[in-house]
């Protein structure tokens, strides 16, 4: 079980919107550590998609956002398209060690 | 654009030694602005970080694993490796490198594409 929690599924039609949620706790999120999302397609490596809670890297579409409150953040992918069916992961720390949560499989209806 | 490519035995016999080499390129692992990261993904989702080495060989590793880790950098070769001992069925994943920039973004932005080692007699 990770220390950091997503649900196992969301899933939405084409042009709506989905969010993902990733709970932790004051040790980490909750600590002030950064929250990083990562899309992963089927057999291959996980993508970055947006680094330091709110930032997307270049070339990531601005339908990807991201928010942090408290022990907690949130990713948003609005205006979904096929090419979003993947699996993400949020990535934080706890003082010592980089923590992924369990991943969130988004399923494009 | 850096790139990073895993090497090594898909398949590791239990109580042996997994070892993986990363090879990099688009980059250098003697540069001061990087940690190089190992990185695994138990079946069938699972990400753990593993640990990173700097490229004066200062390694930070994932306390579950660290009686068993070793991480090693030549420079000369532009690659990193990883060396797990006493391997069980627990170790079998895939593999990831991947690198961690000291920009501020603090995420690990560039990876291999992964190399699945089994552990298996």
């Known amino acids: 079980q990770s220390v950091l929690t997503q649900p196992p599924s969301v899933s939405g039609a084409p042009g709506q919107t989905v969010t993902i949620s990733c709970t932790g706790s004051s040790s980490n999120i909750g600590a002030g550590y950064d929250v990083h999302w990562y899309q992963q397609l089927p057999g291959t490596a996980p993508k970055l998609v947006i680094y330091?809670?709110?930032n997307r890297p270049s070339g990531v579409p601005d339908r990807f956002s991201a928010s942090k409150s408290g022990a907690s953040a949130s990713l948003a992918i609005t205006g979904l398209l096929a090419e979003d069916e993947a699996d993400y992961y949020c990535l934080s720390y706890d003082g010592t060690v980089r923590i992924f949560g369990g991943g969130t499989k988004v399923t494009v209806l | 654009q850096v790139q990073l490519q895993e090497s090594g035995p898909g398949l590791v016999k239990p109580s042996q030694t997994l070892s993986l080499t990363c090879t990099v390129s688009?980059?250098?692992?003697?540069?001061?602005?990087?940690?190089w990261t190992w990185i695994r993904q138990h079946p069938p989702k699972g990400l753990e970080w593993i640990g990173y080495i700097y490229h004066n060989g200062d390694t930070y590793f994932n306390p579950s694993l660290r009686s068993r880790l070793t991480m090693s950098v030549d420079t000369s070769k532009n690659e990193f490796s990883l060396k797990l001992t006493s391997v069980t069925a627990a170790d079998t994943g895939v593999y990831f490198c991947a690198r961690l920039p000291l920009d501020g973004s603090n995420a690990f932005d560039y990876w291999g594409q992964g190399t699945l080692v089994t552990v298996s007699s």
């Open positions: 688009g980059g250098r692992v003697s540069s001061r602005d990087s940690y």
């Open positions: 330091a809670n709110t």
